[in-house]
């Protein structure tokens, strides 16, 4: 183009012209030629390989020797060190004595870790016991808590602007403000949602940036001054739950859980070069609630291959503590292996403390936190109530009930039990499963086990009384308004089924009330598969037809299902007058389960679908019990 010009002016012999377009053309070819430069200057960068910048990190760490030296600071054979250096040189990174170039110094520059984003908004269920009391980024080991050391560490290689994210029992971590100059974000989402929404909350910070869970210890600091790519962390250890494991090309691909894979440690770093293909997924995937369980690393994945490289490190440098044993095995001093629950084990089972082994979570209930171990050779679970249980359940009444079915082969009886802080031992049941609430033999058995229950015609001295219980579930909101709309009319068509339940011949017993799949229970003995009831938290006088009620509404029945129930419990001979009955009580049940779940929810405990599934049973079966009675 510019030439085909040059012949135009110079062919008319416009002499000033020829002049000023000279001087453009040459200043235009100049500045095309610095941007091909620049742009090929890009691409080389760009083919360097993840051991290219290994032996660059090196030289700028340690002027060049030879090569053997650098072979063994950076790990790489010297096949590799000779085969980088040979890269490096005519890409312009390294002059011909080896030393860096003003092109590697500016890269060194651009790449720099500007900032940190600390991860410590979750419960931490695995640490039960000690995560009743203290988040995992505030355990202590060798007098240090973890977060705090993480901080320390980032300090002391200039990172000063440290973000943490933070949900559970998020006031812990208030004075890391004043002491550290950190910035507390607040997860809200922390109980229902993984760290992958933490992560969301921050992720347009994302930009040369370390982020780091909470729960890890490290001896030595992790953290550099200068980071040349991204990477993820993971451990030279082989575990079995890993799905992922580092190939020779240093990269983390997906290998199956039944291979075991590298131990994923989870400490990143992310360059300005990759973060905005990784931000753009992390925020999509927040807003899908199919990713509310998963880790933010799923962000990370292109298929079934990481799309930034492996850090290996050894597994006596760096330990994530995700148990209280292995919080003993790392630190036996520690402050918060004092555990008053481990100390009630020890005492009952008179033992020592560490001869309390095999802790594990079991999974969350809706109302407790039970942990399984093991002591003198024996398994059991140990139940810890949750929040704010100690307004919802009253442990003597609790006491009393399995005082009452002791010995009659209804339940675990206890090994201990505590009426004043609902600490429970029971012995573990091997090759146990709950009732299938899909399936008509499972049905038929938990049923059959429940009239067995009811026909005994148990006494307690206390009641319970679901209109009662459903103000008082609402008391405990403390004037806050309820989330839906219309409760005022719910709850008054709710409450407008009182005078007929009233007006019916009752037979009342010890009720289970809490009579749902989970709680019963299958397991083998010695004359094959037996089945027993569990969670007697809420037992008390009342009609035992609540207990078909409860049994549907944790379900999430339709009516077709709870229909089915009802006639499985009646054996087909239920009367319209009891069937109304018991579609009048899962209104109530719905509603009462309602109000709970609200009171749950300003816990900062949520359930999802389950409370909005009862609010619709306590509207749905108003209109189903009126309509049965017409």
Same mark, same amino acid.
């Given at each position: ?16 012209? %020829? ?23 890009? =691409? ?63 890269? %060194? ?20 016991? /000690? ?24 300090h002391e290689v200039g990172i000063k602007d440290i973000t943490v994210v933070v949900g559970f029992m998020k006031e812990s971590f208030e004075y890391l403000i004043d002491e550290y100059g950190v910035d507390l974000v607040v997860n ?22 370390? /982020? ?118 790392? #630190? ?21 403390? #560490?001869?309390?082994? #095999? ?16 002591? =003198? ?142 709680? %019963? ?32 509404? !944790? ?12 006639? /499985? ?40 679908? !389950? ?5 619709? %049973? ?13």
């Amino acid at each position: 183009m510019y030439y085909h010009l040059w012949a135009i002016i110079k062919e008319k012999n416009k002499t000033f012209l %020829f002049v000023i377009a000279y001087f453009f053309v040459t200043v235009f070819t100049k500045m095309e030629k610095q941007d091909f430069m620049k742009s090929n200057d890009k =691409k080389k960068h760009e083919q360097l390989t993840k051991q290219d910048l290994d032996i660059l990190y090196f030289l700028y760490k340690e002027p060049f020797t030879n090569q053997r030296t650098l072979s063994e600071n950076s790990g790489h054979s010297l096949g590799i060190v000779n085969k980088s250096i040979n890269m490096l040189i005519p890409a312009g990174y390294l002059n011909e004595n080896a030393e860096l170039t003003q092109k590697s110094n500016k890269l %060194f520059s651009t790449c720099k870790p500007k900032n940190a984003i600390i991860l410590a908004a979750g419960f931490g269920m695995r640490m039960v016991p /000690i995560n009743m009391s203290t988040p995992k980024g505030l355990l202590e080991v060798y007098g240090e808590p973890l977060i705090e050391r993480q901080i320390r560490q980032l300090h002391e290689v200039g990172i000063k602007d440290i973000t943490v994210v933070v949900g559970f029992m998020k006031e812990s971590f208030e004075y890391l403000i004043d002491e550290y100059g950190v910035d507390l974000v607040v997860n809200a989402d922390y109980a229902a949602k993984n760290n992958l929404s933490s992560l969301a909350l921050v992720a347009d910070r994302i930009s040369n940036t370390y /982020i780091i869970p909470s729960d890890i210890w490290c001896d030595k600091n992790p953290f550099d001054t200068h980071e040349l790519y991204s990477w993820y962390m993971v451990s030279d250890l082989v575990d079995n739950d890993s799905d992922i494991r580092v190939n020779r090309k240093m990269e983390l691909v997906k290998v199956g859980n039944s291979s075991g894979g590298n131990a994923m440690v989870g400490i990143t770093y992310l360059s300005h070069e990759d973060a905005p293909d990784i931000v753009a997924r992390v925020k999509e995937y927040a807003k899908d609630p199919a990713y509310d369980s998963k880790f933010w690393e799923t962000a990370l994945y292109n298929g079934d291959k990481m799309a930034i490289s492996a850090k290996v490190v050894h597994s006596y440098e760096i330990v994530e503590i995700n148990t209280y044993e292995q919080l003993r095995e790392l #630190d036996d001093e520690s402050n918060h292996l004092k555990s008053d629950a481990i100390d009630v084990i020890a005492k009952v089972f008179d033992t020592t403390p #560490d001869e309390v082994v #095999d802790i594990s979570v079991l999974k969350k209930g809706m109302t407790n936190r039970s942990f399984l171990f093991s002591v =003198k050779g024996e398994r059991y679970i140990m139940r810890i109530p949750g929040e704010g249980t100690d307004q919802l359940i009253n442990r003597v009444e609790e006491a009393e009930v399995f005082k009452t079915i002791s010995g009659l082969g209804l339940c675990d009886d206890p090994v201990y039990i505590n009426p004043e802080n609902g600490y429970k031992i029971t012995k573990f049941l091997e090759g146990i499963r709950c009732c299938d609430s899909d399936s008509i033999s499972d049905l038929e058995r938990s049923m059959e086990k429940l009239r067995q229950f009811h026909s005994m015609r148990l006494t307690v001295p206390h009641t319970f009384d679901v209109f009662e219980t459903i103000k008082y579930y609402e008391s405990l909101w403390e004037g806050r308004p309820s989330m839906y709309k219309d409760y005022e009319k719910t709850k008054e068509n709710v409450f407008s089924l009182k005078p007929f339940i009233d007006s019916l011949d009752k037979d009342f017993c010890l009720t289970h009330i809490d009579a749902v799949p989970d709680n %019963f229970l299958f397991y083998h003995t010695e004359a094959g598969e037996s089945i027993q009831l569990t969670d007697w938290e809420y037992a008390g006088m009342a009609d035992p037809h609540t207990d078909i009620a409860m049994f549907c509404v !944790y379900s999430m029945y339709n009516k077709e299902q709870v229909d089915r129930l009802i006639d /499985i419990y009646f054996k087909n001979k239920c009367d319209k007058t009891t069937r109304a009955k018991i579609y009048a009580y899962i209104a109530m049940c719905g509603l009462l389960w309602s109000n709970w779940c609200e009171f749950k929810a300003h816990l900062g405990v949520e359930f999802g679908e !389950y409370s909005l599934r009862q609010y619709r %049973f306590a509207k749905e079966y108003y209109n189903y019990c009126l309509a049965e009675r017409e």
